[in-house]
């Protein structure tokens, strides 16, 4: 089949290019030039490379200018193109730099305002140099909330706290020596130390693993402008917000909580003044004086880094009341709420006010409690104080009596011997003397007296309202 080929190509050539002669005559003498069809042909092909060589070239040569110019112009749109590209990058980062930085700034914000609260309260609950507040039993929920976090630890025990009850009008427990807690006198919040954890440090250790890391890869910050939906759809974005949003539930969720605690605080005064009054004492009597000077309007204070007037409202105001309630609590701890003697042994024979004299069988007036009992009984204070008279005293016989502040003095008579000696400090409970029958008694017993500046006051009364204390 090839040689066909070959052979039908040598055909067509022989057709195409027959053999030539050229005749040159000059002087008479005639030359010639023989042209065989292969040579033809190849001059041929030689003409035709030339031909379209030179084509190509005036072509080149003649519209050189305008194949430049439209490369010119292809080059030009397509950096335009990249440039746009470009531009349309920078402006989509720049987006989200501005948004992380936005959404940072704003949970940082929400955050520090979150953490100042939890500070704030902490103060009003955690312990002072000398006792803990008594709102630990009202507020230790507040840095607790939701229930997911930690929960902040009360300071105090059953045994050491006062815990009152609006519907009992109680406040503590009348057995016992109650060591009641005292309020944090200043206002400014100041950061605790060594404080169980918090939802507010739950948050900020979030806030420094995604915040911090969001930061370090946008440290320039740029005005914000409007946010594009893919930039607000970046998860980023996204868990910075729901993180902000988190912290600003919990922000907005303070001033609440803080005023439920207040509403208990209230209560609970309530409950201490309820107290006093079944004793017969007036509060307002038992609220030290002595303090005075300028005074502002609560508006017109600010709790240092806080900007919610609502909260520093809340907050003066819990912290004013915690103030009332714990100066309530610390005159109750010197009111003898409970009997000299205790126990199954002892029965009250004689009532404070009118009776018939056993000695003089004529009407008198009894100015105290007697309570009988076994010679020898333990008799202790009713309330801690400090010792002012241990000795002989008339019809008293052996009789100890007791300075517990506020203008409130207890007597314990009849003692067959006395355990204190003047200027001794006593505690609730603590024995003073020993049940007997000297000076004026007609049997071993304790004669019991309350006085309350300088006048006599009706035991019965402190007794009864120490029933209401649990």
């Not at 000398?130 to 009202?138: C, D, K, M, T």
């Amino acid at each position: 089949m090839m040689e066909a080929l070959v052979e039908r190509a040598w055909t067509w050539i022989h057709a195409t290019f027959p053999e030539r002669q050229i005749y040159i005559r000059s002087d008479g003498r005639v030359q010639f030039f023989t042209f065989s069809a292969p040579l033809q042909a190849t001059l041929a092909g030689l003409s035709l490379l030339f031909l379209g060589w030179f084509a190509f070239a005036s072509v080149n040569v003649i519209f050189k200018d305008h194949i430049i110019t439209a490369k010119n112009h292809r080059y030009q749109a397509m950096q335009a193109n990249y440039e746009n590209r470009i531009a349309e990058l920078q402006s989509s980062y720049d987006d989200l730099n501005g948004a992380l930085v936005a959404a940072q700034d704003n949970f940082r914000s929400t955050l520090n305002q979150v953490v100042l609260k939890q500070q704030a309260i902490a103060r009003l609950i955690s312990p002072s140099t000398e006792a803990a507040s008594p709102l630990n039993g009202v507020a230790a929920a507040l840095l607790s909330q939701p229930a997911s976090l930690p929960r902040a630890q009360n300071a105090g025990t059953a045994d050491d706290s006062l815990i009152l009850s609006p519907g009992q009008s109680s406040l503590g427990s009348a057995e016992g020596n109650s060591e009641l807690n005292m309020l944090p006198q200043t206002v400014a919040p100041q950061p605790t130390t060594g404080s169980p954890p918090t939802r507010a440090s739950f948050l900020e250790g979030t806030f420094q693993t995604l915040a911090g890391a969001a930061g370090a890869l946008f440290r320039r910050k740029v005005h914000p402008k409007p946010i594009s939906e893919a930039v607000l759809h970046n998860p980023s974005i996204r868990a910075l917000a729901q993180l902000s949003a988190q912290a600003e539930q919990l922000n907005s969720s303070e001033t609440p909580l803080l005023r439920t605690a207040d509403v208990q605080v209230r209560s609970r005064i309530a409950s201490a003044e309820n107290v006093m009054q079944r004793a017969g004492l007036s509060p307002n009597n038992m609220i030290p004086r002595g303090i005075g000077g300028p005074s502002m309007a609560a508006s017109d204070v600010r709790i240092e880094g806080i900007e919610d007037p609502a909260f520093t409202s809340a907050y003066l105001g819990a912290s004013a009341h915690g103030k009332e309630l714990a100066a309530l609590v610390e005159a109750l701890k010197q009111v003898p709420l409970t009997t000299p003697v205790h126990g199954s042994g002892f029965q009250l024979t004689s009532d404070f006010g009118a009776r018939v004299d056993p000695f003089t069988h004529r009407v008198g007036f009894h100015p105290g409690l007697d309570f009988a009992g076994p010679w020898g009984s333990a008799v202790a204070a009713t309330a801690p104080g400090r010792v002012v008279f241990a000795g002989q005293r008339g019809g008293y016989g052996n009789m100890v009596e007791i300075d517990h502040g506020y203008g409130i003095h207890t007597r314990y008579g009849h003692l067959s011997s006395i355990l204190v000696s003047v200027g001794a400090k006593v505690s609730k409970g603590s024995p003073v003397g020993k049940l007997g029958s000297t000076g004026r008694s007609t049997g071993p017993h304790v004669h019991y007296e309350v006085w309350l500046a300088s006048a006599l006051r009706d035991p019965s009364r402190f007794i009864e309202a120490g029933r209401h204390v649990q």
